[in-house]
């Protein structure tokens, strides 16, 4: 991803100062993100030729999850850990004795992830292979 974003060309504000910040409008970062989305699915849409989708932020989150669990093998608590969740081996009785963080694990998945970006941002879907699990 950093070098995905490293590659983006400076943005040039109204105001004629250019912009470190990729992402939202100003000084501060993203902000609006309704406003944001909204730009979003209009730039969607015109790259699509006015064949716009309904789709949300959180899209992303579950495409993520899934391509980990199906595409890569990532087990199911590791994934959970990559989300943020605090459930299934992290709740309740389980989570009082499990404190593992899975550091390794996160680190090998999302870099899978990464190259996966990678290739569909270059144009070569499909060219990452799935590992099986044991």
Same mark, same amino acid.
């Given at each position: 991803m950093r070098a995905i974003l490293a590659a983006q060309p400076h943005r040039i504000e109204p105001d004629g100062? *250019? =912009?470190d910040l990729i992402f939202g409008f100003g000084s501060k970062g993203w902000q609006d993100? *309704?406003?944001s989305k909204a730009d979003l699915d209009?730039? +969607?849409?015109?790259?699509r030729k006015g064949g716009a989708f309904e789709w949300r932020l959180h899209d992303f989150r579950r495409s993520l999850s899934t391509a980990l669990h199906e595409r890569f093998g990532v087990p199911p608590h590791v @994934?959970?850990? +990559?989300?943020?969740?605090?459930?299934?081996?992290?709740g309740g009785i389980a989570g009082v004795y499990? #404190?593992? +963080?899975?550091?390794?694990?996160?680190r090998r998945?999302?870099?899978?992830?990464?190259?996966? +970006?990678?290739?569909? @941002?270059?144009? =070569?879907?499909?060219?990452?292979?799935? =590992? =099986?699990? #044991?």
């Open positions: 100062m *250019s =912009r993100w *309704s406003g209009a730039c +969607i849409a015109a790259a @994934v959970e850990v +990559i989300l943020g969740h605090v459930s299934g081996h992290k499990n #404190k593992a +963080i899975y550091l390794d694990e996160r998945a999302l870099a899978r992830w990464a190259k996966h +970006i990678e290739h569909l @941002v270059a144009g =070569r879907p499909g060219t990452v292979k799935a =590992r =099986r699990r #044991k």
